[in-house]
């Protein structure tokens, strides 16, 4: 089980830190994802990181923006969202994989219900 947290709401500008934490299972066995949607288009990637944290990947609309981490003694990944932009507001998911970091949605066996993050210009 997934569970998110730290959305909201901020100004433009502003900064956001969302949590995920996995239950159940062996944190440090998956590489982590995170996600996101609006309503009316398809969820897509933010970016991702290895199991061991050495590796990520970022979308290019939040790269240099947007940091991924992970903590395997808490069972917790990150997402640090800095400089946030109205057109960052989505539900943002994250996401459990066996396999790899590539930003393909069928890549991840696991995610969460999701959070909302709303920026206001």
């Known amino acids: 089980q997934l569970i998110e947290s730290g959305g909201g709401s901020v100004q433009a500008g502003g900064s956001l830190r969302l949590s995920c934490v996995l239950a159940g299972r062996t944190f440090d066995s998956y590489a982590m994802g995170w996600f996101r949607q609006v309503p009316g288009k398809d969820r897509e990637f933010v970016g991702s990181i290895s199991f061991d944290g050495r590796s990520t990947l970022y979308a290019d609309s939040v790269k240099g923006r947007f940091i991924i981490s992970r903590g395997n003694s808490r069972n917790t990944a990150y997402l640090q969202m800095n400089n946030l932009k109205p057109e960052d507001t989505a539900v943002y998911h994250c996401?459990?994989?066996?396999?790899?970091?590539?930003?393909?949605?069928?890549?991840?066996?696991?995610w969460g219900q999701g959070i909302q993050v709303n920026v206001s210009s």
């Open positions: 996401a459990a994989s066996a396999t790899s970091v590539k930003p393909y949605i069928t890549h991840y066996q696991h």
